[in-house]
């Protein structure tokens, strides 16, 4: 059984960076998929990109690409996010998911980053 | 990626059966069959109830069911029960640009 357990809230000044960690227990991270979805108050989910294991790379929703970036470190297996220059319309909950390929089947706690000066 | 639509709310008394829509393009809902259907309680993260478009995971009632017509999908929840009250959102994989996710914007269940 796969458990995904987020790092702590956090309180970030506008222009910022934030960096949100997933630490994945119960199978190595080598054999699990994680993205990244966000969910703003009171709106739906937004995904953000992770591991595309088709193309073996990471793969970025274009809203973000140049401002977030996605890793892995297989050694401890987590998974980390961050996402940089941020503004008050960055403030929501960030999930670590498990993705398998078409449909994504686990979510983390979630991390509540709130952006504000 | 324009977010899919779905109607803002749902309510029905205990045992009666609702249905939720979800409308995209042929470009998400209508070009695969890889729908997806979460529930989220107040404070909690979403649980998947319904993959590919009628899949059920294991643990989830039967209750539950999924189906497809063209761009709209359609999640019904029969015996309505009081922990059914969430919001609901529907997700399609896409890989239009890049493989990726699309969610709907959320549909409320209130359970009467």
């Known amino acids: 059984q796969v458990h995904l357990v987020q790092s702590g809230a956090e309180v970030k000044k506008p222009g910022a960076p934030v960096k949100v960690s997933c630490k994945v227990s119960?199978?190595?991270?080598?054999?699990?998929?994680i993205h990244w979805v966000r969910q703003a108050p009171g709106k739906g989910p937004e995904w953000m990109g992770g591991f595309d294991p088709v193309e073996g790379e990471m793969i970025y929703a274009q809203k973000f690409k140049g401002r977030v970036t996605m890793t892995e470190d297989t050694t401890t297996d987590t998974a980390y996010m961050e996402l940089r220059s941020l503004t008050s319309q960055d403030t929501a909950i960030y999930y670590c998911v498990r993705s398998r390929l078409t449909v994504i089947v686990m979510w983390g706690q979630g991390t509540l980053v709130t952006v504000s000066s | 990626q324009s977010a899919l639509t779905q109607s803002a709310s749902v309510s029905g008394s205990p045992g009666q059966s609702i249905t939720i829509s979800c409308t995209g393009t042929?470009?998400?809902?209508?070009?695969?069959?890889?729908v997806s259907w979460y529930q989220q309680h107040p404070g909690k993260a979403p649980t998947l109830v319904i993959f590919?478009?009628?899949q059920r995971p294991s643990g989830v009632s039967d209750r539950f069911s999924g189906s497809k017509s063209g761009n709209t999908a359609s999640l019904t929840i029969s015996g309505l029960q009081t922990e059914d009250e969430a919001v609901y959102y529907c997700?399609?994989?896409?890989?239009?640009?890049?493989?990726?996710?699309?969610f709907g914007t959320g549909t409320r269940v209130t359970v009467l």
């Open positions: 042929s470009s998400d809902v209508g070009g695969y069959n890889f």
């Open positions: 997700c399609s994989y896409t890989s239009t640009s890049s493989s990726s996710y699309v």
């Open positions: 590919d478009v009628t």
């Open positions: 119960g199978d190595p991270l080598t054999e699990v998929t």
